[in-house]
Structures are given as C-alpha cells and as structure tokens.
C-alpha cells in the first residue's frame, strides 16, 4: 500500500483550468465513491479550493494508482488528459505526506500562512468520514494533518497578521484605485461605492477587512435576503445594505467596486449584462469565485477592469517576504511531524511479518507439543498438559517479545526494512498473501 496525492494549485495552473477541475460539496459524496470503485484505490480524501484541487488517497501501486486518479479528474473536468496532465503534479509516500503538513500550515498557499487553509484540511476529513471514504492510515495523516496545522499557528508567529484571499482581494481593489490616481500604493475605499456578491465565509472577510480598509458603506448580494442580512449584523459599525441577487444591475450601475465571492458553477455576469446597463463611473471587478462568477469577456469593456484571483499574486508579494523567515521555523516542526507519521507508518509495516512468524512459531509449538504427549501417553493427567501448554506459549512468547518490541519501536526506516529482510530470510516467512 502507498501513500499518493495527484493534484493542480495555483502554482501550476491558470484558473480557466482550475475552475474545471473544481468539485463542490454537492458532488462530493459521488465524487469520492467514483474514486473508491477503482481496485486502485483503497482510501480518498478530496481538497477542492479556490487555488488547488488536490486528491488524497492510499493506492496498491504507485504508478497505477496515479494513473486512475489522472483518469477520474479528466473524467470529471471533460479535459483531455494529454492538455490536462502537464497541469497536474504527483506526490508518493514521504513526498505525499510532507506536502499535505504543508498545505495545512499555510506554507503551499498563495497567501503565506494564511489561516483559511486550515478550515479547508478540517472539512476535506470531516467529509471523507461523513462519506466513508477513508479508513486507518488517512485517518490518521488528515487528523496528523491538522493538528499539525494548529501547532504551526500556535507555536510559530506564521499565523500573526496572516492575510486571506479576501483581504489580498481588498488590498488589490485599493492599489487599482490608487494606480488609476496616480498613486503606487494603497489608498483608502472612502467614498467608494462598493458591492459584494454573495454571503459566505470569504464574503464575511472581504467585509471585515473592507471596514478596515475605511469603506463607509457595502451593498450585499445573495440569494437569499435572510443570509444576507445575517451577515450584515455581524457588522454593526459598517452600513450594510441587503438584497437579493435582483439587485445586481441596480449595484453593476452604480457602483465603482464590485467583489464577487459566490458558489455558482458558471458566471452570473457577462459583458452582454454590462453592455445594456447605463454606467455612471468606471468600474473594478473583483472575482474571487473558482469557478468565476465573472466572464472573460468583460475586460474588453471600456471602462471596466476586471481581477480574478490569479491577479492577486501582485497583492501577494508584498506581504511574502517579511514571512519567509517565520516559515522557516514553521519547516523544522513539520519535519519533526512527517517524521512522527512516517515512523508509525513504518510500524505497520512490521505487523504482516510479525503476525506470519508468530503463526509459525504457534504451529511448530502445537506440532511439537503433540509429539510429546503422544509420548507420554496415558500416563499424562489433564493437570500436567495444561502445565506443559501453559509452558510452551510462555517460551515461545519469550522467544517473540525481543523481535517484536524492536521491530515495533521508533527506528530509522533503512534500519527496519533490513531488520525485516533478515527476520524474513532467517524464518522463511511468506507474506505474500498478506496487507
């Protein structure tokens, strides 16, 4: 069995690719027991954000198991695998349990550190249990996973002023808005009129970090009006007003900033909805939906810019190297964690080899102890056979405690495997059949 992550993020692919690949909470359940129907495949977990798809498994071979996952995502997305497979990278065993520590530090995002990762490892576990999709070894490395996620951020300063995709987003709008003034720097949202489409988690930072930045007055969209306003509540200090998705022309007409964050699987707006609508200012759109909520075709528009979030790298990098150092303290505990995981895993490698000698140690004491009562015959009371069985498993349990202990301890991986090459060739001991 092998540990193997297939997958595409930001850093290797475009979000035209991206938002294909992109498997939402609805399709979740299918999504994984598609994946598990493959003999392939033994356990799966699946990481859908808006900068990476990365799918989690256990496999029986490495290669082959690659393969029917690199299947299953063309599949899924209708690309085909010779325009989809530059896209994807693939990790094995150590490499596949290192980067999965990484990812839910924050070290692998686009934002250094930032803290929206780590809620995105918690519910791709929370949902492989709820769909049964992963079983003993998983298990163990996605809750590995996120406790190492929360020691990063508690025992290292990574997570101390970490900006999201939602305050980069931000911070993107007020450098559009300055470089339009003539200015290279951030500028406040005073006096902008701003919308934000949609009402979850990334809606809920983009308002609070708009507040922050001084933007006196939001119109939020959604769906639902009631969501909406829920929202809205949670920000008494900013004047918030709630509609429902009716409102889109009136807000795409009036206002000069526009952030749109929703769950629609194809693009709410377009140029056709722009083109008919009277504008009266120029106006930024800032699309942080995967997939877009925002058409391409917009940018061609005279007087509208539009930033998805691929655009945010700008943002990024001047945040990233006042980051880097702390990072690096943060890579020293997850070499210390993978090392944690990787030893226990090695344990189990044991467990086929010690199980076969201990059922060929038992069959030998059997053989041998018939031999001797056979000898004894009838001379032998039912007392002195349950003294002479109770003595035999003791010998043969000393026999196996001193193999098994040392094989069962924390060890360096070459030192086991050899350890368990030799018990194997001593013994004779065929495993074959066993996992």
């Not at 020691?151 to 709008?173: D, F, K, M, P, Q």
């Not at 990787?342 to 038992?362: C, H, K, Y």
């Not at 060890?411 to 495997?417: E, I, V």
Request: glycine share 6%; charged share 25%; net charge neutral.
């Amino acid at each position: 069995m092998h540990i193997a992550v297939v997958g595409l993020s930001h850093r290797t692919t475009p979000v035209e690719i991206r938002e294909r690949l992109s498997i939402s909470d609805q399709i979740m359940e299918s999504s994984l027991q598609t994946l598990r129907s493959d003999e392939q495949v033994l356990e799966a977990s699946i990481l859908s954000t808006c900068n990476r798809l990365e799918i989690y498994t256990l496999v029986r071979h490495p290669e082959q198991g690659v393969s029917a996952i690199g299947s299953f995502l063309s599949r899924h997305s209708g690309i085909d695998p010779s325009e989809l497979c530059p896209h994807l990278f693939s990790y094995h065993h150590d490499e596949a349990v290192n980067h999965l520590l990484k990812v839910a530090a924050g070290l692998d995002s686009l934002v250094l550190g930032e803290g929206q990762i780590l809620a995105q490892v918690k519910k791709m576990y929370r949902l492989a249990q709820e769909h049964n999709s992963v079983g003993p070894i998983l298990n163990r490395l996605l809750n590995q996973a996120v406790s190492t996620g929360k020691r990063v951020r508690s025992e290292t300063n990574l997570g101390t002023g970490a900006v999201s995709i939602s305050s980069a987003a931000v911070e993107l709008a007020q450098l559009k808005i300055g470089q339009s003034q003539g200015y290279d720097n951030l500028v406040s949202l005073e006096g902008e009129q701003v919308a934000v489409i949609g009402a979850g988690r990334m809606s809920r930072l983009l308002l609070q970090h708009l507040q922050a930045k001084g933007c006196t007055g939001v119109v939020l969209l959604n769906r639902t009006v009631e969501r909406a306003r829920a929202l809205a509540n949670e920000f008494p200090d900013l004047p918030v007003q709630s509609r429902t998705l009716d409102a889109i022309d009136y807000c795409l007409s009036t206002c000069s900033l526009v952030f749109t964050s929703t769950a629609a699987s194809s693009p709410i707006i377009d140029a056709a909805r722009l083109t008919g609508l009277n504008r009266r200012s120029s106006l930024k759109l800032v699309d942080i939906g995967v997939p877009r909520n925002i058409a391409s075709d917009v940018q061609g528009l005279t007087g509208v810019s539009l930033y998805d979030v691929d655009d945010l790298a700008e943002v990024v990098a001047r945040n990233q190297e006042a980051r880097k150092q702390v990072a690096a303290e943060a890579e020293d505990l997850l070499k210390e964690e993978s090392r944690l995981f990787l030893e226990w895993w090695d344990g189990l490698e044991a467990v086929p080899t010690i199980n076969r000698l201990r059922v060929q140690l038992e069959g030998i004491r059997k053989q041998e102890l018939e031999k001797a009562f056979n000898r004894m015959g009838s001379d032998c009371s039912d007392r002195e056979r349950k003294v002479l069985e109770a003595l035999s498993k003791g010998i043969v349990n000393k026999i196996l405690h001193t193999p098994v202990t040392n094989l069962r301890v924390f060890q360096p991986r070459q030192q086991r495997h050899e350890a368990l090459r030799v018990l194997k060739s001593l013994f004779e001991l065929d495993i074959s059949g066993e996992t």
